[in-house]
């Protein structure tokens, strides 16, 4: 029993610096240092702990391949390619009910820390023909920019989920694209299927944005899209390391923009995130040092002794961290640990893991996503929730269906 103190000890002080706004990386940094010490280890231990981070090859993967997506990000931004793409949108589209999801699930394609704050205003735009409510506003924002979480080889959560569980990544995202497809799907059918379309005419568009599609326009589209398309097919199809994707897809765009040095200069400059690979290395770092401790071995042994299936025991685990950290990454560190001590391997119950870890970030007040959105619309929290939680019971209910299934 001591190890399950030690356990929730240290995760409540991880939780605890987190919802102080404490950096990840330091958080995770002194979680360790509380695991250290309660367990007694020694600086031979911490040795090793740490030449096993700097040595592994997935420390580099994870850090490299994040650090070009924010190479991708800013080549995306300051070159008006997200500016354009919302524009032509508008003019191919010529519909706002069809607008309101794209907005936020292409910009959700993209990984940024609150960057629901970004599609807010499209939404906001799109819905103007609906008189929507806040509440109704904020959920769609949130729930379509989400629903690549399951399927994203550029999300930090993927990345970490893949390393951790020894599954490699494309297998991964092979085997839980279904679920951000159902999401799509339940999604649409609940938020937008109820709204009358309101096509906009050829009149609307040509008093926003002159009318038509142009070159330009179509350009603006491949730009935007092409980057992320290829990077999907190198990871799952061609089964390149995201890192290498990453980098690949980069330096073409590069090419293609035409960046002179000077500007490719400053996207590496600006994409050097210490507080987002501070974070990650301290994720990293908490893992090895778990492992040293030997708690999550105790663990395991405990909960196979209880008359509970494992999808139940890390369903519940996930969805409390997914709850307490408000963050897939959160989730993914505080789960993964169980998963692999009691089922390695298990494809599926990774799959059901994330599923319920998801379900219970989706449900955080810590949810730095939600937060900003509720603010942007002036939105109730308890209202906005109601129907996330709706459709989060049905990604669950899928999951477990498929856990038991096979």
Aim: glycine residues 8%; contains cysteine.
């Amino acid at each position: 029993m001591f190890a399950v103190l030690k356990i929730f000890l240290t995760l409540g002080l991880i939780v605890f610096l987190l919802n102080r706004k404490v950096k990840m990386g330091n958080a995770m940094l002194a979680g360790s240092g509380l695991l250290f010490v309660l367990s007694g280890l020694t600086l031979q231990h911490l040795g090793a702990a740490l030449k096993n981070l700097v040595s592994n090859y997935s420390t580099w993967e994870i850090l490299f391949a994040l650090y070009f997506v924010m190479c991708l990000e800013h080549q995306l931004r300051t070159s008006g390619i997200i500016d354009g793409l919302m524009v032509t949108s508008r003019r191919l589209l010529r519909s706002d009910r069809i607008l309101l999801p794209l907005m936020p699930a292409f910009l959700g394609f993209l990984p940024s820390l609150g960057g629901a704050i970004f599609s807010a205003p499209l939404v906001e735009s799109a819905s103007k023909p609906f008189n929507l409510k806040a509440e109704t506003k904020t959920a769609i924002n949130y729930w379509f920019r989400h629903v690549w979480e399951f399927s994203n080889p550029i999300f930090t959560s993927m990345l970490l989920a893949s390393q951790l569980s020894g599954i490699p990544l494309s297998a991964l995202i092979a085997n839980m694209v279904w679920v951000t497809a159902l999401s799509l799907v339940i999604g649409w059918l609940f938020f937008i299927t109820p709204l009358k379309s309101r096509q906009i005419t050829p009149q609307t568009a040509a008093a926003t944005d002159s009318g038509g599609i142009d070159d330009t326009g179509y350009r603006y589209i491949a730009l935007a899209t092409g980057p992320i398309l290829v990077n999907f097919v190198l990871i799952v199809f061609l089964k390149l390391s995201a890192a290498l994707s990453m980098g690949l897809v980069v330096a073409a765009m590069a090419l293609i923009l035409r960046q002179p040095l000077q500007e490719v200069s400053a996207m590496l400059r600006h994409a050097l995130d210490r507080k987002l690979l501070w974070g990650i290395a301290g994720i990293l770092f908490f893992q090895h040092i778990l492992q040293q401790s030997g708690a999550v071995q105790e663990i395991a042994t405990l909960l196979n002794s209880l008359a509970v299936s494992n999808a139940v025991i890390i369903g519940a685990i996930a969805f409390a961290g997914g709850i307490l950290t408000g963050t897939a990454q959160g989730f993914v560190v505080i789960t993964f640990p169980f998963l692999l001590a009691l089922a390695p391997g298990d494809i599926n119950l990774v799959m059901f893991c994330f599923v319920a870890g998801s379900a219970g970030q989706m449900l955080s007040p810590a949810h730095l996503c939600l937060l900003v959105t509720l603010d942007y619309f002036k939105a109730d929290f308890l209202k906005t929730l109601r129907p996330i939680a709706f459709l989060e019971v049905i990604l669950v209910a899928a999951a477990y269906v498929v856990v038991a299934l096979t």
